[in-house]
Nanobody, 125 residues
Framework: QVQLVESGGGSVQAGGSLTLSCAAS????????MAWFRQGPGNEREGVAH????????FYAESVKGRFTISQDNDKNTVTLQMNSLKPEDTAMYYC??????????????????WGQGTQVTVSS
């Protein structure tokens, strides 16, 4: 089992920045896949960014490339999502997720077994 707790959401004006953090605990293996997903009002939950714990390789959705950065601190078992140049369409509940194996798709929702409770991000125009 892996437990995930997100923090850092809030409200910001368009063009601003926010940093989300995810603290992981439990059965954290070296090959754990970590990702951030988001779900806006009336939308499906979509993958935003992924990082592979073993080697730190990252993968991003096209909609956030160049604006969002995912990083990890393996000593503290935390994953951070730095969000810059935020847009109103980034407004959503953001979820941290983990998977023991994500070979079927880095940002594929069904690959991820463990989920945090989410943190709200609101971007006003």
């Amino acid at each position: 089992q892996v437990q995930l707790v997100e923090s850092g959401g809030g409200s910001v004006q368009a063009g601003g920045s926010l940093t989300l953090s995810c603290a992981a605990s439990g059965s954290i293996g070296r090959r754990l896949c970590m990702a951030w997903f988001r779900q806006g009002p009336g939308n499906e939950r979509e993958g935003v960014a992924h990082i592979y714990r073993l080697d730190g390789k990252t993968f991003y959705a096209e909609s956030v490339k160049g604006r969002f950065t995912i990083s990890q601190d393996n000593d503290k078992n935390t994953v951070t999502l730095q969000m810059n140049s935020l847009k109103p369409e980034d407004t959503a509940m953001y979820y941290c997720a983990a998977a023991k194996d994500c070979s079927g798709g880095y940002l594929k929702r069904d690959e991820y077994t463990y989920w945090g409770q989410g943190t709200q991000v609101t971007v006003s125009s």
